[in-house]
């Protein structure tokens, strides 16, 4: 089982970044997916989650109105737009999984499968 996770880079604040986090080994279609971020120094922290069928979402208050989480379980992807970018959204952002539904969609621990990462770096 594996997530890719792509789409990191270099933006000046208030510009917009997709990331994409592609499965494989398994489907993840009846499970929520989640985005967390870890900048240098800091723990990872929740971004987004999104249940199994798209609805509800959740996301942290500090990007609630600028990232947007959405799924296509057709074809296991996961994306996470960010918009309106500000140099503290500087991470590496992790796409996440857990085995089965049920909990917390904002609980890291409550997931099993996680992304490499992709390097987001927003300069003022």
């Known amino acids: 089982v594996q997530l890719q996770a792509s789409g990191g880079g270099s933006v000046q604040a208030g510009g917009s970044l997709t990331l994409s986090c592609a499965a494989s080994?398994?489907?993840?279609?009846?499970?929520?997916m989640g985005w967390f971020r870890q900048a240098p120094g800091k723990e990872r922290e929740f971004v987004a989650a999104?249940?199994?069928?798209?609805?509800?979402?959740y996301y942290a208050d500090s990007v609630k109105g600028r990232f947007a989480i959405a799924r296509v379980n057709a074809k296991n992807t996961l994306r996470l737009q960010m918009n309106s970018l500000k140099p503290e959204d500087t991470a590496v952002y992790y796409c996440?999984?857990?085995?089965?539904?049920?909990?917390?969609?904002?609980?890291?621990?409550?997931?099993?499968?996680w992304g490499q990462g992709t390097l987001v770096t927003v300069s003022s």
């Open positions: 996440a999984a857990p085995v089965k539904d049920g909990a917390a969609p904002r609980d890291r621990r409550g997931y099993d499968y």
């Open positions: 080994g398994r489907t993840f279609s009846s499970v929520h």
């Open positions: 999104i249940s199994w069928n798209g609805a509800p979402t």
